[in-house]
């Protein structure tokens, strides 16, 4: 393989199984505790509690937007590089399907394997764009918000490993190789979410928030097999066996048009409370000692009837997958031939609904001294139903130093419950910016398989404007004399 640019060796791989991962891979966060957590997050905060708009100590807040990217994987990595390099070198990367091949990589690109032989084989990208927000303090007692964003969410596990793995070095004795469930899912939707929130204080604090969402479909898919397997035929030629369900739409993939097209339309909710301990100073931001809090986030659906069709494909002897050549199993690129088949507009309408990635949320967040604070976050993943996206579970424990005008974190994320990940975030005026993954995002790793990225804008009564007590000293009116 050789050439510039971003390559595929697609020999090696079921493709009929690779088409649905290539089909979403162009898109690419994780929890973003430097934009959700502490005293100036505001209208953001209602992204792991809806609670937390109440303890926003500032009459107003505008969120400008923010853009994050999470993804992970266990089948694809790059070589000796870094996400920022990688970016910026985009069009020296070069894909191969193992070591070996790699060698044929022209001299200065970024190489890249992928590896379907992993014990998992699975892979995760999550995108999210947040749009205008605020939030608004009516009184000591209420608060009012809404917000607004796009998101994409693209999920699959249990790839069938590589048709040339060791697994069949006695093919000759093999009738049926059983293989693990197969699932993925993936979509594309905007949310327009109002939220309200109650506080009351006494010697301890409580809040109470809510956030129904209105969910807009752009574009989904999902995917499952049954009983599927591997079958070896008297010809020496390898079949799929087994039921492979899945569903998708397509009005915008195949219109001309620019902008996201509406395909489906659902709801959502988000829930929480959260308690506290206040500790009365004489500082602008009113201090806690302590607060906690638990929601339950994102339980929702949306049904898809707009170019939107399902399929219950049974596999037997017509979905032929390879053949042994000389003692070495070789797939069939049949790629083509399965878009022709399933992916056109004369395909027969049924609609299907794909719920959104549920779970729950639970915080503690503890004042230090001063303007160091220090708190846990965990996001533990909920499937809903059969068709139900996923999001990563985590565990971050953080801390932060903040001001009005800058502040610094860092974080340490356990993600899904293996992977240990240290992360940095700042604030500077009204930009906000930071990575829960800051080795893959700046060092070169050996193998780099996962990223996360997010940036935001925002002002407030705090940040916009001079401080409101020195406004309150310098801007005295005289009488006038006459």
Known sequence: MSGTGLMFGYSNVPLFLYSFYSFFNQFFGQEQVGLRMGNYAGSWSTAINPANSAYFSGKWDIGMGSFGFFGDNDILYLKETSVQKAIIHSNKIMLFSNEKNAIEAEKGSIIGIYDVGQISNFGQLLARVDGPSFLFKVNQNYTLGLSSGTRVNIGFQNLPRDLSSSQFDNFASIKSQSLPQLKGSAMVWSEIAPNVSYHSTGDYDFSIGITPKLLIGHESAYLKSEDLAIKLGMDSSLYYAGNLNFGLTHANLTSQEVGLKVSGWGSGLDVGFAFGAQEFTK?????????????????????????????????????????????????????????????????????????????????????????????????????????????PSSLILSSRFERKWYSIGTSLSLVNWKNLQLGMSAKLGFLYFGTENLMALAFNKKRLYSTDFYVGMKINDFTFGSNRKERNKTKRVKCPTF
Do not use: C
């Open 283 to 391: 500082s602008e931001v009113p201090k806690y000692k302590w607060r906690a809090g638990f929601a339950m986030l994102d339980l929702g659906f949306i049904s898809y009837h707009k170019k939107a069709s399902k399929y219950e494909l049974p596999l037997d002897e017509s979905q032929r997958a390879g053949s042994i050549e000389n003692g070495e199993p070789k797939t069939v690129n049949s790629l083509t031939t399965f878009k022709e088949r399933f992916i056109n507009d004369t395909a027969q309408m049924h609609g299907y609904t794909i719920f959104t990635p549920a779970a729950l949320s639970a915080h503690f967040d503890y004042h230090i001294v001063s303007d160091l604070y220090m708190g846990i976050l965990m996001i533990q993943k909920i499937p809903l139903g059969a068709n139900a996206l996923k999001r």
